[in-house]
């Protein structure tokens, strides 16, 4: 049977996109024509901030005492746990070198990049977590320095918390700025510090059109769009779980799209009849962007059989993807495209999003089906190197020869003739690339 839709979105993450390219662009070349100075400026504009740009070790001092021990515990344990599933990543790539020929050695080398720029949302939310998934996996790549930039609050500054968890999670310099002004102070390497090679973590739209600009100049996690969440469930799944699921990843924002895929509709029914009131019992922040995000940028889905429901998964492709149903190995063996993937009732995209030791900035809007996410990995550039005894290197530069003519590349030729002429003088050639 065709999939039924139960509920259709009336808009996607591509309906709101925002003319934000022009004005990101003019702030962008303000501030790096006119530097320190124009950056404050924005600063006061737009955060509504006049005090330090980057935090003393007395500020940092006195924000510790204003987060609560059972908010710190809670901060190190999840600061523990994302830096040894970041260690365990590491550990996954490592330098290598293999003999290609005998005497001729290739290889590879891990080097992280030099400066991290970790932007960390402060605005309708303070982010904890994210200072926690930012930092401290460029801290374990090994990058020299380490800069933390979060929005700071009109009278009071960076929220304590985040300035806690930056601190402890290993970043060298705190900086309170928000917005365009925050990421171009870090590109730019501004008050004093070094241009970052790499920025990274979660924003606003303005923050993700500022990334997408500085993109080649600066390296970047990834491109990200409003967070999205899809729950494959079936007839065996706890509908006001799967509820609860789905309404506490759509108060993210407004437009943060939830979907509900199952081949059980009697489930489906009852999900979405419990969604209202499970809104409604919300905060009022959070319900505004919920009740939004339900109305406009949801779907539930009834599907044939369960590989129909995988199949309508991996065409979402979705940043946070939740399996509620029975045979948990064959759903983790058969499917492909997801941010990061939660197995089973008994555990959450909320213990990923905040504890768990997994990253929570990861790709959206379909970009799951051809990258993943923020890991120790994206800090570090693989590259290679080689060497070669004069004897291994007879083979590679007469075939080096001949292709690169046959290509029409005289000057690489010549690169290899040179070589063989001074090594092996007394020896004659074929290095034309005619049959």
């Known amino acids: 049977m065709p999939r039924e839709y139960l509920k259709k979105a009336s808009l996607t993450a591509k309906s709101d996109a925002s003319e934000v390219h022009e004005t990101v662009k003019s702030i962008l070349a303000d501030i790096e024509a006119d530097g320190d100075a124009k950056a404050k400026e924005y600063a006061a504009k ?73 932007y960390v949302p402060g605005g309708r939310y303070s982010h904890i977590a994210s200072a926690i998934m930012t ?79 500085l993109f080649g100049r600066v390296g970047i996690d990834m491109i990200a769009g409003p967070t999205d969440s899809l729950i494959l469930a079936d007839k065996n799944a706890d509908a006001h779980i ?22 059980d509709r009697d489930l489906a029914e009852r999900v979405m009849a419990a969604v209202p009131a499970l809104i409604e019992d919300l905060p009022e922040l959070n319900r505004d962007n919920a009740f939004a995000a339900w109305r ?72 799951a089906s051809y990258t993943g996410g923020l890991s120790v990995h994206k800090y570090m550039k693989i590259v290679t190197w080689q060497r070669s005894t004069r004897e291994a290197s007879k083979g590679v530069a007469e075939a080096t020869a001949r292709i690169s003519r046959l290509e029409g590349m005289e000057g690489h030729a010549r690169a290899a003739d040179v070589r063989l002429a001074k090594y092996f003088p007394d020896e004659t050639f074929d290095l034309t690339a005619d049959e």
């Open 46 to 118: 737009f955060d509504r901030y006049e005090g330090n740009v980057l935090l003393t070790p007395e500020e940092i001092e006195a924000a510790f005492a204003l987060v609560p021990e059972k908010l710190k515990a809670d901060i190190r344990f999840a600061h523990d746990n994302v830096r040894r599933f970041a260690e365990l990543q590491k550990g996954t790539t490592t330098d290598v070198e293999m003999e290609i020929a005998p005497g001729f050695v290739a290889g590879q080398k891990l080097i992280p990049v030099d400066a991290a720029g970790c």
């Open 135 to 213: 930092v401290t996996t460029a801290k374990v790549a090994g990058c020299g320095h380490i800069t933390a930039c979060s929005p700071p609050r009109p009278g009071q500054g960076v929220p304590p918390a985040i300035v806690y968890a930056a601190h402890i999670c290993g970043a060298d310099k705190i900086m309170a700025m928000g917005g365009v002004q925050g990421v171009a102070s870090m590109t730019f390497g501004l008050f004093g510090l070094p241009k970052a090679n790499i920025l990274v973590g979660p924003g606003n739209q303005f923050v993700a059109e500022a990334k997408r600009i």
């Open 242 to 263: 799967v509820a609860t699921d789905l309404v506490s990843q759509a108060e993210h924002g407004y437009n943060s799209p939830v979907w509900l895929v199952t081949d």
């Open 296 to 367: 406009d940028y949801a779907e539930v889905i009834v599907c044939e059989d369960r590989e129909d429901m995988a199949a309508c998964s991996d065409e979402y492709a979705p940043e946070h993807l939740t399996v509620q149903a029975a045979d948990l190995d064959w759903w983790l063996d058969r499917l492909t495209c997801y941010g990061s993937l939660f197995l089973g009732e008994e555990t959450t995209v909320s213990y990923g999003d905040k504890a768990t030791g997994t990253n929570h900035v990861l790709p959206t809007s379909g970009a």
